[in-house]
């Protein structure tokens, strides 16, 4: 058990398909992150939620849409993807107090495969 | 933004062998340094951190070193074992509580 839970593990999913990743916490941390990872590049950024308010989005195409309920639950929103968008999509959270960083808990990802 | 480098990409040794992995980084505000390890087919998870406020930390077979004038920190394994086959990514605490992560290394420890 990881405490931090993504579903799917796989997905394969057309360029006009509509799917979701879910990431689920159970740490009773306030800040959850969405990180791409691509076949030789960093961990990517995408999102982030501070007491389920967005303070990043890192430049991130609008087809890729976040969602965060609460602060145990975030939702990616995927529409009209790319075959480059393929890659392992990786959901963390962490205890932010404002004022000094604290580690990061993945889950264990989502492999999106766009065809 | 932040920029963080890291070297090598590749990293081969001998069990038992010590391993070197630096990374650097451009904002002097940053103050949060972990490592990360992932193994093939799983998560990264946190090996070992360490606060602008010190300039080394070890734990066990790992250590971290830290030195903020040069803006550079890195991660130093003893006595490998082939289990310590992975990638390593090194981070840098941004402004919001998130990570910006290096390239990753990724060391094979041969028997």
């Known amino acids: 058990e990881t405490g931090v839970t993504q579903t799917p593990r796989h997905l394969v999913m057309g360029m006009t398909n509509k799917k979701s990743l879910k990431c689920e916490q159970h740490?009773?941390?306030?800040?959850m992150y969405w990180y791409k990872q691509s076949a030789k590049k960093p961990l990517e950024l995408m999102f982030v939620?501070?007491?389920?308010?967005?303070?990043e989005n890192n430049s991130v195409p609008s087809r890729f849409s976040p969602e965060c309920p609460n602060s145990s639950h975030l939702f990616l929103h995927l529409h009209t993807l790319q075959p480059e968008d393929s890659a392992l999509y990786l959901c963390?959270?962490?205890?932010?107090?404002?004022?000094?960083?604290?580690?990061?808990?993945f889950g264990n990802g989502t492999r999106l495969t766009v065809t | 933004g932040e920029n963080v480098e890291q070297h090598p990409s590749t990293l081969s040794v001998q069990e038992g062998d010590s391993a070197v992995i630096k990374c650097t980084y451009s904002?002097?505000?940053?103050?949060?340094f972990p490592w990360y390890k992932q193994e093939l087919g799983k998560r990264p998870q946190l090996i070992i951190d360490?606060?602008?406020?010190?300039g080394e930390k070890k734990d066990q077979r790992i250590a971290v070193t830290l030195n903020k004038t040069a803006k550079h920190f890195s991660l130093h394994i003893t006595e490998t074992q082939p289990e310590d086959s992975a990638v390593y990514f090194c981070?840098?605490?941004?402004?919001?509580?998130?990570?910006?992560f290096g390239k990753g290394t990724k060391l094979s420890v041969k028997p």
């Open positions: 981070a840098v605490g941004g402004s919001q509580g998130n990570l910006i």
């Open positions: 740490l009773g941390h306030n800040a």
């Open positions: 939620y501070n007491f389920k308010e967005q303070t």
């Open positions: 904002d002097s505000a940053s103050n949060y």
């Open positions: 360490i606060r602008s406020n010190v």
């Open positions: 963390a959270s962490s205890q932010a107090d404002g004022r000094s960083n604290s580690p990061l808990h």
